[in-house]
């Protein structure tokens, strides 16, 4: 107190306080106040009810901005968290498939350059990886990716997850891939939307691939970018990981 010039009560406040002092505005009553109550009671059955099916039912007749402003505020509290961000992956159950597409194009054999995309399967459990570069995105290039992968892996998880790849399905599998699947004795699973979780591993090894593999790498070929992408992923799958306490 004596060295900053202030009165010892202020002093001690400050030292009990469990943080810096901070303004607080006290609650008023809102026209919003008197249909709360109604208002909780139907989120806490249904919590995706539409703003305005809640309007009509708690009978609001205000401007629907502010009520829709207040239901969104209220529906936070009410809706279920997402079991996704606890998912538990099991041995041999499930692989996640995406594409990645490396930020450098790719010389060919008539001499142009193309960005050409790079299939990317990730084990869940035991985030083993592979790659490969496949010529198109379509539904032949993408299987026969797919086989070859496999191939290497030596085993056909239960599951193959994808999330919105047209020559995979939207909504339902290609009929090639629905074959593919069956031959194999696995499923292809689609991701509804807005489900980044559900393929999260594989999407973080796609970012993985841009800082540590690309740098400083040429290609003359995309037979020299897989030969040195699994060159490189034999180093990795060495490596040590933490969700399962030794390597892949």
């Known amino acids: 107190a004596r060295d900053l010039g202030i009165g010892r009560a202020t002093v001690a406040r400050a030292v009990a306080s469990q943080g810096p002092p901070r303004y607080e505005r006290p609650a008023v009553s809102t026209s919003f106040t008197p249909f709360e109550p109604a208002v909780r009671q139907l989120l806490f059955t249904t919590p995706d009810m539409p703003a305005t099916v809640i309007a009509e039912r708690v009978g609001w007749t205000g401007s629907i901005t502010w009520f829709r402003d207040n239901v969104r505020r209220l529906r936070r509290e009410h809706r279920p968290a997402d079991p996704a961000d606890r998912l538990i992956w099991l041995p041999g159950d499930a692989v996640q498939c995406d594409l990645w597409f490396p930020p450098r194009k790719i010389l060919?054999?008539?001499?142009?350059?193309?960005?050409?995309?790079?299939?990317?399967?990730?084990?869940?459990?035991?985030?083993?990886?592979?790659?490969?570069?496949?010529?198109?995105?379509k539904t032949p290039d993408l299987l026969l990716g797919t086989w070859e992968l496999l191939d290497q892996l030596g085993r056909v998880p239960r599951r193959l997850i994808w999330d919105n790849e047209p020559g995979i399905?939207?909504?339902?599998?290609?009929?090639?891939?629905?074959?593919?699947?069956?031959?194999?004795?696995?499923?292809?699973?689609?991701?509804?939307?807005?489900?980044?979780?559900?393929?999260?591993?594989?999407?973080?090894?796609?970012r993985f691939f841009e800082t540590s593999f690309m740098p400083g790498r040429h290609f003359a070929s995309p037979a020299d970018f897989n030969a040195q992408l699994s060159a490189w992923l034999q180093l990795v799958n060495t490596r040590p990981r933490r969700a399962l306490g030794c390597a892949p």
């Open 108 to 137: 060919l054999e008539d001499g142009s350059r193309t960005l050409l995309p790079v299939l990317v399967m990730t084990c869940g459990y035991s985030r083993f990886t592979l790659g490969r570069m496949i010529p198109t995105r």
């Open 169 to 206: 399905g939207r909504g339902k599998l290609t009929e090639p891939v629905a074959v593919f699947a069956g031959t194999l004795a696995t499923k292809v699973v689609l991701l509804p939307p807005r489900d980044p979780e559900s393929k999260g591993i594989v999407e973080r090894r796609n």
